[in-house]
């Protein structure tokens, strides 16, 4: 997935496709001029933080209401004060309420409220120019709120970063911003969210450019930041400056223990994927199951969701106080694998009967259940040299979320904000990165493009109907540019490239193998570098761009055209892998008009 540039923002510089006079100039470049940006991204960030506070607000008050008690899962099998004479069976009934609260209220006002939200923004930002309802902040609120307080067994940061993204949409759509403009406001309303939530400014920056964006750039980076502290202040001034959860200190003492956390690593990559294929059998079955008004669906299904909670109430709502018992070594490895499947069944089941929540929090769950039974058994194998449990845990969160969503660098960074625990930071990037390359093995999707592509969307496709995409590369590439020998030395080359009306050429070897592509900078930079050295020949710059094949559709191939630093690419034939055509940015927009 990749951020349009802003060059091609002007097909529609109000970022909306609504009829009416277009501003001056004048009016439009301040709209989009870099400082009127950042002090956007700061309204911003104040809109997702005040939000962020609404929200937990919402959250704890339908807590209260519906089951007596602050956070139900800080004392599972507990009765309700208000209805005492239920005893725990309260919880069979709480679901239903519930459901027969947000359910009406998001199938008539906002579907797309319904489910982890994440997946809603990353489809606003990579096919619909940036576009968010403005009603989804206040419907998400309402309907999250109402499950997680009911007994949902989700988290919190999925419609938090919908609730934020919206308000940034819906921002930009008022000021007029264009396009690249309005999906980098989106970009700031998740991270802003983020970072009010959990108190956790760069993840809310890294969460937004890795998994929003999808790109990374100092624009981007600058207003995230801005929007991110923004949300921040205004987060610690309503819930306090202090870290998620409250641990001992770890240190890593023997150098076996780093075998001990890959391998940890590989294990919760296995189960974050497994937690992404199984919330989708779970919705399909349920899917397959209903056959009544949407509207109700919540409400009955509750009814299955109430079981759950009977037989494990500490599956009831976002479920820290039990995640923070597990990281402390409180429950025997028999009783975690229990917590563990429980979490994957509940959170499953909330999302397939229609609810609201995200799936973040319960990644990190099933990650602390995972790691401190992991932990736990390392400990009686290896008692002199596994090390706390603890450590074990926390590596397991991220390990399991870099399993499930694919975001190495916001599993790395949230985790050591959300704890404070500096001294877990090696192990835990080791464990992420190992569970992340295992993930592409295992999974083409992450538990968000998961979702997705299950409706028929491909980000990185073409936009249904669009006029640039569909087509194939075969068909609008143009001849091959005459390529240059190996041994050509720079000096030839740079008049060649001067003279060829592209920025690249092919480079091939004495046997005419095609070896990469040498851009007119990288020629450039290498004189300007060594102007009085011996002759050094092309061979040596020649670098292979990202595959371009003949019979690849063209959105895919723009992706890597976008990237290219000559402004083309060599299009290979797919089964020898020589250059039989070439693609450049004219070829691919000669390709609206042949087929307009």
């Known amino acids: ?245 409250n641990l001992p200190g770890f240190h890593v003492g023997h150098l076996s223990q780093y075998a001990l956390f890959a391998l940890l690593g590989v294990v919760a990559a296995v189960v974050g994927v497994g937690f992404a294929r199984f919330l989708y059998v779970i919705e399909d079955v349920c899917d397959r199951l209903w056959r009544g008004p949407e509207w109700l669906r919540p409400a009955i299904g509750g009814l299955a969701l109430g079981l759950v909670l009977l037989a494990l109430p500490q599956m009831y709502g976002v479920g820290y106080p039990v995640l923070q018992r597990a990281t402390e070594g409180g429950y025997a490895a028999g009783f975690l694998l229990l917590l563990l499947a429980g979490k994957m069944l509940a959170t499953s089941l909330t999302i397939g009967i229609g609810g609201s929540g995200g799936v973040f929090a319960p990644s990190l769950f099933i990650g602390a259940m995972l790691g401190s039974a992991y932990g736990i058994g390392v400990h009686h194998l290896l008692p002199g040299s596994a090390g706390a449990v603890g450590a074990y845990a926390l590596v397991g969160m991220g390990a399991v979320f870099a399993g499930a969503a694919r975001a190495p660098i916001t599993a790395v960074v949230i985790l050591f904000e959300l704890t404070g625990e500096y001294s877990i930071i090696l192990p835990l990037m080791l464990a992420v990165v190992l569970a992340t390359a295992v993930s592409r093995l295992l999974s083409r999707d992450t538990v968000y493009t998961l979702k997705l592509r299950r409706r028929g969307i491909d980000l990185e496709g073409p936009v249904p109907g669009a006029p640039l995409g569909a087509q194939h590369v075969g068909t609008v590439m143009e001849p091959l540019p005459a390529p240059l020998p190996a041994t050509t030395p720079l000096a030839d080359a740079a008049g060649l490239l001067s003279r060829s009306g592209h920025g690249a050429l092919p480079v091939i070897d004495g046997a005419g193998a095609y070896v990469g592509v040498v851009t007119a900078r990288a020629v450039a930079e290498a004189l300007a570098e060594q102007p009085d050295a011996a002759p050094a ?48 940015h004219q070829g691919a927009l000669r390709a609206v008009h042949t087929t307009a």
């Open 1 to 245: 997935m990749s951020a349009i540039p802003a060059a091609l923002d002007s097909k529609h510089p109000t970022g909306d496709r609504a009829s009416g006079p277009a501003p001056a100039p004048r009016l439009k470049g301040l709209r989009n001029a870099s400082w009127t940006v950042m002090a956007l991204a700061v309204v911003v960030g104040a809109g997702a933080g005040v939000g962020s506070i609404v929200f937990r607000w919402c959250i704890q008050t339908f807590t209260r209401l519906l089951s007596g008690h602050s956070d139900y899962a800080a004392s599972p099998g507990a009765a309700n004060p208000h209805v005492p004479w239920l005893g725990p069976y309260f919880v069979l009934l709480a679901p239903v309420v519930g459901g027969l609260l947000y359910g009406p209220l998001v199938n008539r006002f906002a579907k797309e409220a319904r489910g982890h939200g994440v997946p809603e923004v990353m489809l606003a930002v990579a096919q619909r120019g940036g576009r968010i309802s403005p009603k989804v902040a206040v419907v998400k609120t309402l309907a999250s709120a109402l499950t997680i307080g009911s007994g949902g067994s989700v988290g919190r940061e999925g419609p938090i970063v919908q609730i934020g993204s919206a308000l940034g949409s819906t921002l930009g759509r008022l000021t007029g911003a264009a396009e690249g403009r309005m999906k980098l406001l989106v970009a700031c309303g998740a991270a802003g969210g983020i970072a009010a939530t959990f108190n956790a400014p760069l993840a809310g920056v890294f969460f937004a450019m890795e998994l929003i964006l999808g790109t990374f750039s100092a624009e981007a980076f600058g207003a995230t930041v801005l929007a991110s502290v923004t949300a921040s202040v205004i987060g610690r001034a309503a819930f306090g400056d202090s870290a998620f959860l």
């Open 537 to 584: 020949t092309v061979g040596r710059l020649a670098e292979p761009p990202t595959a371009v094949t003949a019979d690849q559709p063209l959105t895919q191939a723009l992706h890597t055209l976008l990237a290219a630093a000559g402004g083309g690419v060599p299009v290979l034939d797919a089964e020898r892998g020589s250059p039989v055509g070439w693609l450049s």
